[in-house]
């Protein structure tokens, strides 16, 4: 049977299709077929370049940044030796509130009615003292006492008349009477005048006896003579004897009423005692007047820091200046004590107890340097320090000098006649 032309037609359009197709798929797998030299072409690492960064000009300043925790400064707690007082320590008046200040020169507490002086000090009042004694308890009065203002005579180790003198300044000015002397040696010091009434009477006896026998031209007043030399002997005995019992029947500074404090003035944290009570052991704790942060830092920190540093404080973005009070070891640790410069009375609420960002700068430099990348920074050959700068495709060893480094950056001066500039670009990696 013989195909029609139509048939004809349609077989020879398929039999092209599939020839137009196995020729696409054909081309397609040629484009996709790599030589193994092409292929090892495109997967070879590029060539090594050199990573750069321009030279800057920029203030560098090295610190010292870390958080601390906000409160008072120094809590110490406060006992008053009452085992000089002959009735029992009852607690009288001026009982301070929790959150007053506790000021030197000022009484911050009564018991039995005479008041509890406080003293910025270190060494704590163990006994009485009163004319004629001496110690290094007595040097630290009589420091204190000047410091105040009360003028003590020659500050030294001997509590005198004007020791007394100055101690009767300081209970004037805190508003109460002086302490009085033992009964016994007032008692002395009248009985000594009286024996110096005594003696002034008796040489006066002698002169005038002497004065009547010279009188009379006696030819031998060798007797009353005698007489009035000895009488004048036993009134400058007298006078002596007077002058001592004066001075120890001078104004005493009884145990229970100074208490020593290492600093003042401070604030008061807590009340151990109330009007009525009696007092045993600790009255009071207190901690420094002034809020501080407390910052800790391992041992190279502490190192580099000092007291007298200006520091800031962050307080919710507002940067509070502040100075290193002190540095103390605390364990394995250092607390580096920084203080605020001053505080509005918000900032002080906010920052009582708060946890808080200090800033501390340990060095910077004096205006803008030539700063590179530290990772800029290499050793040379001979020890010295150097950077790559990259000119016109080429690298250059520039000879440096490295000063301080803060943030990443090292300050560079360029060594003898080596060239180096702001924008320059040094290489800091490949």
Do not use: C, H, W
């Amino acid at each position: 049977m013989t195909a029609s032309p139509k048939s004809r037609r349609r077989v020879l359009v398929g039999v092209s299709a599939v020839a137009a197709l196995s020729l696409g798929v054909g081309v397609a797998a040629g484009t996709r077929i790599t030589s193994p030299e092409d292929a090892a072409a495109k997967t070879a690492p590029p060539k090594a370049s050199q990573i750069t960064v321009p030279v800057a000009r920029k203030a560098l300043s090295s610190k010292v940044v870390g958080r601390g925790d906000a409160s008072f400064d120094g809590a110490v707690n406060i006992r008053v030796e009452t085992s000089g007082l002959t009735t029992p320590p009852i607690v009288t008046g001026k009982v301070p509130a929790v959150g007053s200040t506790i000021t030197e020169g000022k009484a911050l507490l009564e018991i039995t009615g005479r008041p509890v002086i406080g003293l910025a000090g270190v060494l704590p009042m163990y006994r009485t003292l009163s004319p004629g004694s001496k110690g290094p308890d007595v040097l630290q009065l009589e420091q204190t006492l000047d410091r105040l203002g009360f003028d003590p005579g020659d500050v030294d180790d001997e509590y005198d008349l004007n020791t007394s003198a100055a101690v009767e300044q300081l209970y004037e000015k805190a508003g109460y009477d002086a302490p009085e002397p033992d009964p016994q040696l007032k008692q002395a010091v009248d009985q000594a005048k009286k024996q110096v009434d005594a003696a002034k009477k008796q040489l006066r006896q002698a002169q005038s006896q002497l004065k009547a026998a010279k009188d009379a031209k006696a030819k031998d007043t060798s007797v009353q003579q005698g007489a009035v030399d000895d009488a004048e002997a036993n009134l400058s005995d007298a006078q002596d004897a007077r002058s001592e019992a004066e001075t120890k029947a001078g104004t005493p500074l009884p145990v229970s009423e100074v208490v020593y404090v290492k600093t003042l003035p401070r604030r008061v944290d807590d009340v151990k005692v109330e009007r009525g009570g009696t007092v045993n052991g600790v009255v009071m704790s207190a901690s420094g007047a002034s809020l501080v942060v407390v910052l800790k830092v391992d041992a190279e920190t502490a190192q580099r820091l000092k007291a007298g540093l200006a520091a800031s404080l962050d307080l919710d973005g507002t940067a509070i200046a502040a100075k290193v009070r002190r540095i103390t070891k605390n364990g394995n640790q250092y607390d580096v004590v920084v203080a605020p410069n001053a505080l509005t009375a918000s900032q002080l609420a906010l920052l009582r107890d708060a946890n808080v960002r200090v800033t501390i700068p340990v060095k910077s430099t004096s205006g803008k340097v030539l700063a590179v990348p530290v990772a800029a920074v290499s050793s040379g050959s001979d020890g010295g320090s150097r950077v790559e700068v990259l000119r016109n495709g080429k690298v250059e060893l520039v000879p440096v000098t490295v000063g301080l480094s803060a943030d990443g950056f090292a300050q560079v001066t360029p060594k003898g006649d080596a060239k180096l500039s702001e924008g320059d670009q040094v290489v800091v990696g490949r």
